[in-house]
């Protein structure tokens, strides 16, 4: 055993405490065994006797989100002394960090308490440390003139110095800040049920149409969500940078959700969440694989699509119970998993009726907002359902909600009435909303679709609905992501469209007017199109060209297409956000004035 590990043969686990109480709360000795015990410990700067007196109440990675008790992870190739003074200044309890990170971190804790060793050799073990007090140089006086103190200390018994907030170095981080952060919020995962729903499409909409099934079904208070573009905690609507949180913000969600009484967590669960162990010790009570294509494949997120397809197979590897779409390209290689992973899966398909849940009688029934009405076939019952989103893709997405929710334990006559009146009444922000002129000729539609295969179905949904209709499109890609998109948006998006104007979608690093031009390069040949980096100019554009279109011809109909961004209210720019006019507010906006 090396001079910094510990023993942790008399060290037990908090993760069975009950979680309403302040007993919960693991000690850092807990989180030293753990450490140990799944051979992340690299060293530690206090003794496990003394660690059994520091209470950790929970962890964070971002120092903006510290609070008192919390063990703070450093983490991130952007990672600044501030942040770690930030969260001592908040009054963290213990610092975990990776090897790289060591002697930094190392140095910033000097720093602040330059005469104390982080050598655990050096610390007193009577001792018990004060969590999360940021440690003061010790004062020196002058040489000349020697203070005399008022009372000085006892000659045989000189003060103990400071005992510095404790450093654990570990040898894998990522997993390591996962396995940690479980256990610094006291498992509250065990006392909810969680739903996890990846796939290349449709996640957002799967997602959002569980969760209303399930509000109406029990009780709206009990329901917490985690997607793409807002988290619920039980309590409180919040953003997100992330679609899948990182490990220590997403137990910190899973307590909220816990102390605010929830019953349910609903989430979507990323490539890049799977992939790099955001979601590591989480157990999904129901995993839902929606779908596969080619995306996110980038040198800053997956290098081929087969890191891609096994970064989204790892959710069954921590589901309980397996949804999986019939349809789905790619089928084999999922049933090979779910065998080796001994799960019999519970399938879903729009037409097949071998599947567990499927439809019939799909059909249109609104010839303006196009709402669609099919039969839902599921093993405990058949019912007619009305669905106020068009495109049969989002029928789709009805099932595979439906086949959630019946798996997570909604009983057949609460399903069936939450289902006759969420689906005719959902709206899912940003998710194919449509807004109709007062005469109909001008039809606005704004979706989400960002991949080829959402593009494909979003276009011949559009063509079916509104045939003979002139379609003018409006898009663009993300910088230095996915970069198949760059090809295929404007591939596809030339079949169909009539008129294409290229703007931004999240640039980031890239140049917005560069990266126009690079993708104007994909579009089919004979392409009508305009190129307008600013998106909100954008879509003034794409209104006026609409206009003109209806005035040259009073007998068309004319079909605006806002894709991409939905309802998100910040364009990343380099390295900001910066807010604009999300989509379908301006789309609305701009439809209310046409005549």
């Not at 450093?74 to 090897?99: N, P, T, V, W, Y």
């Not at 899948?244 to 490539?271: F, K, N």
């Not at 519970?346 to 099919?374: K, Q, R, Y």
Request: aromatic share 6%.
């Amino acid at each position: 055993m090396s001079k910094n590990s510990v023993d942790t043969k008399n060290a037990t686990l908090a993760d069975d405490a009950p979680h309403s109480s302040e007993s919960a709360f693991p000690s850092l000795s807990d989180i030293l065994c753990l450490l140990e015990q799944k051979l992340y410990l690299v060293s530690s700067s206090i003794p496990l006797s003394d660690a059994r007196n520091i209470k950790v109440r929970g962890a964070a990675s971002d120092s903006r989100e510290v609070s008192e008790g919390n063990l703070f992870v450093c983490k991130g190739a952007h990672f600044e002394k501030r942040f770690l003074l930030d969260a001592l200044e908040k009054g963290a309890s213990a610092i975990m960090c990776g090897q790289e990170e060591q002697k930094s971190i190392e140095e910033i804790l000097q720093t602040v308490a330059p005469s104390n060793s982080l050598d655990a050799h050096s610390i007193d073990s009577t001792t018990s440390a004060t969590p999360g007090t940021p440690l003061e140089p010790a004062t020196s006086t002058d040489a000349a003139t020697p203070a005399t103190p008022t009372h000085p200390p006892p000659p045989h018994h000189p003060p103990t110095p400071p005992t510095p907030v404790p450093l654990l170095v570990v040898n894998s981080l990522r997993p390591a800040t996962a396995e940690v952060a479980a256990l610094a919020w006291a498992y509250p995962n065990r006392e909810l049920k969680v739903i996890g729903v990846t796939g290349t499409k449709g996640k957002s909409t799967t997602t959002s149409m569980v969760k209303a099934l399930l509000d109406e079904a029990t009780d709206k208070n009990k329901v917490a969500f985690m997607g793409t573009h807002q988290i619920f905690n039980g309590e409180d609507t919040l953003e997100t940078p992330n679609t899948t949180p990182e490990p220590c913000d997403l137990w910190r969600i899973l307590h909220e959700a816990y102390a605010a009484g929830c019953e349910y967590v609903v989430m979507e669960v990323s490539s890049q969440g799977l992939k790099y162990d955001r979601t590591l010790g989480l157990t999904f009570d129901v995993g839902c694989f929606l779908n596969i294509a080619p995306d996110h494949i980038s040198e800053i997120e997956h290098p081929t699509f087969e890191d891609y397809f096994a970064s989204k197979l790892r959710l069954f590897s921590q589901s309980k119970t397996a949804i999986v779409n019939l349809d789905s390209d790619h089928l084999s290689e999922i049933e090979t998993f779910l065998v080796e992973k001994s799960l019999v899966p519970v399938t879903v398909s729009l037409e097949n009726d071998e599947a567990d849940f499927f439809a019939s009688n799909i059909s249109v029934l609104s010839n303006v907002t196009h709402d669609m009405v099919f039969v839902a076939h599921t093993p405990t019952w058949t019912e007619k359902l009305v669905l106020s989103m068009s495109g049969k893709h989002n029928v789709f997405d009805a099932l595979a909600a439906l086949a959630i929710a019946e798996n997570i334990g909604i009983k057949k006559d609460a399903l069936v009435a939450a289902a006759k009146k969420t689906f005719q009444e959902i709206t899912v922000p940003g998710r194919m909303e449509i807004f109709a002129s007062a005469d109909e000729r001008l039809i606005g539609v704004v979706d989400y679709a960002h991949t080829a295969e959402s593009f494909e179905a979003f276009f011949e949904t559009m063509k079916k609905d509104y045939p003979g209709a002139y379609v003018i499109a409006m898009f663009g890609v993300s910088g230095g992501k996915a970069k198949n998109r760059y090809v295929d948006l404007p591939r596809v998006a030339s079949k169909f469209a009539d008129f294409i104007i290229l703007t931004s979608d999240d640039p980031g690093p890239i140049n917005p007017e560069e990266l126009v031009n690079e993708i104007s390069f994909s579009l089919g040949p004979g392409t009508s199109f305009e190129k307008e980096a600013d998106r909100e100019k954008a879509l003034e554009l794409a209104f006026g060209r609409a206009k003109e279109v209806l005035q040259i011809n009073s007998a068309i109909q004319v079909v605006l297409c806002a894709l991409g961004k939905g309802a998100e209210t910040t364009m990343r720019i380099g390295q900001e956000d910066i807010s604009y006019e999300p989509d379908n507010a301006h789309m609305e906006r701009l439809i209310k004035t046409a005549i």
